[in-house]
């Protein structure tokens, strides 16, 4: 069965570096789009940041854009998300998910930037 599991959040101050691991089992990477959720305060779930794992196709969405980086690392089974420069509003909980509704995703992971 498809299992997603999520780490590497935490407190940071803003300009700071956060970077997420996502555990996937259950299925092989390398064969499909993977996504990164994220649910802010007052914000619903949205999609942040996709790859397409067999092609290493990277698309972002403007807020974080120049500043975050998806990665694949089909071998063990794990997507990443590199995230730089944080801001206040990037706090939220962080998903990895195999669409781009987070119909299936993991528990999440905390990020909390403040000074």
């Known amino acids: 069965q498809v299992q997603l599991v999520e780490s590497g959040g935490g407190l940071v101050q803003p300009g700071g570096s956060l970077n997420l691991s996502c555990a996937c089992y259950g299925f092989t990477l390398g064969s499909d789009w993977m996504y990164w959720l994220r649910q802010t305060p007052g914000e619903g779930l949205e999609w942040i940041a996709r790859i397409h794992t067999p092609t290493d196709l990277k698309i972002y969405q403007a807020p974080v854009k120049g500043r975050f980086t998806i990665s694949s690392h089909n071998i063990d089974n794990i997507l990443y998300l590199q995230m730089n420069d944080l801001k206040i509003e990037d706090t939220g909980v962080y998903y990895c998910?195999?669409?781009?509704?987070?119909?299936?995703r993991g528990k999440g992971t905390l990020v909390t930037v403040s000074s």
């Open positions: 998910s195999t669409d781009s509704t987070g119909a299936m």
